[in-house]
């Protein structure tokens, strides 16, 4: 019996009823805070005395960064929690937390590539973490396209779970020998990512944007996660009710 | 429950005249209040019933209405989300269950580039005769009298691919000859069979059942076998309203 | 209480009839070799007949080409077992599918990854290889192609439940290849240029074993999964 919240964790349709309410806010809440980060970061903080303005791209560059490769870790754990206990909801987080890490993982790249432009000359290098993250890249593709390849939801959820436990093993398999690679690679003439002394009132912005970006993925991700549980679940009773009381409120 | 006691009861109903073993003894196989879903669409629910050593079962229902899966849920090839399947009192999984079970296919499981007898020998390795007696590897002399006995005698070393579809379905149906497991899980057996094969195939069940053996089947022919218990998918499609009517109604005309 | 064949019956009998299907079929055999050189014609022509060009894309080119040959090998891994109910079978035998995936791929790589390792001298030969790299060539791929083999039964079996899963296969697996090509063709480089390569093979023996261990295992989850589909 006190079980019962633990299998209530697994049912989209308690959670919807938890969190439809609140996801609004939450979401105004994390675009606020963005919102406040970019303009602090744009606006209030100084010039970096080397890279003048174009350090600026950091605020949208490092969150973004961050927020993919943590992305694939919550995608391989909602998988495995789906594997293990057989919950729809965890299934479902899964497959919704794939496009949207892609997403970021992809404006890490185009950020990192506007800003490698004015900093060392080129659009692209091949440098230890943008070689990490175009793999990354295309771990989050392969998961995609396997999603999108089975027609039955279970056997894709289950597939993709697996994969993305596969790739959880492998990336730091992968990060490291991308940079063993490069330091064997490496030119003498560029040093990139050498900035461990940043100053304080550049750090905070940053420190900000990076939870800002945390808020509005977990935002992402619940919203994301009712929508498609509202497009799976849609012949069950309960989705059912909730859109037949909508109607009938709009028609009276 | 209701529709427990009903199949239990239909079951008994059917094989009344025929003699059998202990009624009292606990079902050998008991399926559970089974639910099963495919694709949004729920094929059947609530499904129970209790099989006994000695029982024939047929599963029937028109196309689509998940014979195959059932049967899929019982061997474990397909997800079984609601209800209980026990073999001898324990969940039907692993070691346990798969020990005893012979299960034929939609596809035959013979491989087209493999010789009957190779694909025989690798069957054999893999599961044994499933005989109590312990499990002695087969001789390829037992593999060449199977083959025989399915009209193969002169095909051992052709491999399937030159073989007709019929012939590679009773290279499928020689392991009917050797082995001993308790519980068959046939899934059309007589699919691309002639009539003399079919015979045939009906004197082996008749035989395998006699001696106390369980055979599960699909098939859209109605098998002379004696005697024959259903379970009809028809009972068990989902009807949200007034299922318990239906029931009594399809009772009473029975 | 029934008993069922023991681990080495199993195994063997798997194995037996592995070996036998590649030799049966010895155009699918034969066509991964066969791609394998093609390239060795292709890369002069596209890039530079220069041997002195050709030695320093050799190391990186061997390895791709065995990377890529291995990979459109790997679709017909568990293909016709699923297909023809084989597949079914091994789920229902009740025997450990660990097992049955290992003896799979080991004659899946005794019949490309190790014919590949055997001809990679030629590819040296006509790639302009210098002297050193050719040793260190074999053992990098003798020990990497196994992990090829290992790591690409996953793709195989996540994707044996689709009818093209060809493409597909090479996309999800292709990123997990990363490390394995990275250590494989620097053992080479650094062979020509007069460094050590004990420890990059070493790194590669480390792959090889956690591939044993674990590659096996996710396989049989996905091909229950391809199963259940």
Redesign the interface.
């Known amino acids: 019996m006190n079980w019962q919240w633990f299998y209530q964790l697994g049912s989209p349709k308690w959670f919807y009823q938890k969190t439809h309410y609140w996801q609004h806010w939450l979401g105004a809440f994390a675009l606020m805070m963005l919102v406040v980060g970019a303009i602090w970061g744009l606006a209030f903080t100084p010039m970096d005395y080397k890279q003048g303005n174009s350090f600026r791209i950091i605020y949208v560059h490092v969150p973004a960064s961050a927020v993919s490769l943590a992305g694939f870790y919550i995608m391989a754990l909602a998988g495995a929690a789906g594997l293990i206990w057989r919950v729809k909801l965890q299934y479902t987080v899964m497959s919704v937390a794939a496009p949207i890490g892609a997403i970021l993982t992809f404006l890490s790249l185009v950020t990192g590539a506007i800003w490698g432009k004015p900093t060392w000359g080129t659009y692209w290098q091949w440098d230890a973490r943008i070689t990490f993250t175009t793999?990354?890249f295309?771990?989050y593709?392969?998961?995609i396209?396997?999603q999108q390849?089975?027609r039955?939801q279970n056997?894709a959820d289950?597939?993709c779970a697996?994969?993305a436990?596969?790739?959880t093993?492998?990336i730091p398999?992968?990060y490291?020998?991308?940079d063993?690679?490069y330091t064997?690679h490496q030119p003498a003439t560029l040093k990139l990512t050498e900035k461990s002394s940043i100053a304080p009132e550049m750090a905070y912005p940053l420190i900000w944007m990076i939870l800002a970006y945390y808020i509005c993925y977990v935002w992402l991700l619940i919203s994301h996660t009712n929508a498609a549980s509202l497009r799976r679940e849609r012949k069950s009773s309960w989705v059912q009710a909730l859109f037949s009381d909508r109607n009938a409120t709009k028609v009276t | 429950m209701v529709l427990a006691a009903r199949v239990c009861a239909t079951l008994s109903k059917v094989s009344s005249t025929a003699s059998r073993t202990d009624r009292n003894a606990a079902p050998a196989l008991r399926l559970d209040n089974l639910y099963c879903e495919r694709d949004d669409r729920v094929l059947f629910s609530g499904l129970s019933a209790d099989i006994y050593c000695g029982d024939t079962v047929q599963i029937v229902g028109p196309n689509g209405a998940g014979k195959t899966s059932l049967i899929?849920l019982i061997?474990?090839?397909?997800?079984l989300d609601e209800g209980e399947i026990h073999w001898q009192g324990k969940p039907a999984r692993?070691?346990h269950?798969?020990?005893?079970?012979l299960?034929l296919?939609?596809?035959?499981?013979?491989?087209?580039?493999?010789t009957p007898l190779?694909n025989l020998?690798?069957?054999?390795?893999?599961?044994?005769v499933?005989?109590?007696n312990?499990?002695g590897?087969l001789s390829d002399g037992k593999l060449l009298e199977a083959l025989a006995t399915v009209g193969l005698e002169d095909y051992d070393d052709v491999?399937c691919a030159h073989m007709s579809a019929g012939q590679q379905r009773r290279v499928a149906l020689a392991r009917l000859y050797l082995s001993q497991?308790p519980l068959w899980i046939l899934d059309e057996p007589y699919t691309a069979i002639d009539t003399a094969g079919v015979a045939a195939l009906e004197a082996r069940f008749q035989e395998h059942v006699q001696s106390g053996g369980i055979i599960i089947l699909t098939s859209h022919q109605s098998p002379k076998l004696n005697p024959l218990k259903m379970i009809d998918l028809a009972n068990y499609q989902d009807s949200e309203f007034g299922k318990a009517e239906t029931t009594l109604e399809a009772g009473a005309d029975e | 209480?029934?008993?069922?064949?023991g681990l080495g019956?199993?195994f063997?009998?798997?194995f037996?009839?592995e070996f036998?299907?590649g030799f049966?079929?010895r155009g699918d055999l034969a066509n991964p070799v066969i791609f394998f050189l093609c390239i060795a014609i292709f890369v002069p022509l596209g890039v530079s007949p220069d041997g002195k060009v050709l030695a320093v894309l050799a190391p990186g080119i061997i390895w791709i080409v065995a990377l890529l040959a291995t990979l459109l090998s790997l679709d017909r891994l568990f293909q016709?077992?699923f297909?023809?109910?084989?597949l079914?079978?091994?789920?229902?035998?009740?025997?450990p599918l660990y097992w049955i995936v290992m003896a799979k791929v080991l004659v899946h790589w005794l019949i490309t990854g190790l014919p590949l390792t055997l001809l990679s001298p030629v590819l040296g030969l006509m790639m302009s290889l210098p002297a050193e790299g050719y040793w260190p060539m074999l053992v990098s791929l003798l020990l990497g192609t196994g992990s090829l083999s290992l790591i690409g039964a996953?793709g195989a079996a996540?994707?044996v439940?689709?009818r093209r899963?060809g493409l597909?296969l090479s996309?999800?697996?292709?990123?997990?290849y990363?490390?394995v090509l990275?250590?494989g063709s620097?053992v080479i480089r650094n062979a020509i240029e007069g460094f050590a390569v004990g420890g990059q093979i070493a790194v590669l023996a480390a792959?090889l074993v956690l591939s044993l261990l674990?590659a096996p295992l996710?396989a049989a989850?996905?091909l229950r999964?391809?199963?259940?589909?």
């Open positions: 793999v990354q295309f771990l593709l392969g998961i396209a396997l390849a089975y039955n056997t289950r597939a697996m994969l436990l596969v790739g093993v492998n398999i992968i490291k020998s991308v063993w690679w064997l | 899929g061997t474990g090839t397909g997800i692993g070691y269950f798969y020990s005893n079970l299960y296919g939609h596809a035959p499981g013979v491989n087209i580039s493999l190779e020998r690798w069957y054999f390795g893999l599961n044994g499933k005989s109590e312990g499990s590897i491999q497991a | 209480m029934i008993e069922l064949p019956t199993v063997g009998r798997t037996q009839r036998i299907m049966r079929n016709s077992d297909d023809d109910g084989c079914q079978q091994v789920m229902v035998s009740g025997q996953i996540l994707t439940a689709l899963g597909l996309l999800i697996i292709m990123p997990l990363v490390p990275i250590f620097a792959f674990l996710a989850g996905a999964i391809g199963v259940q589909a």
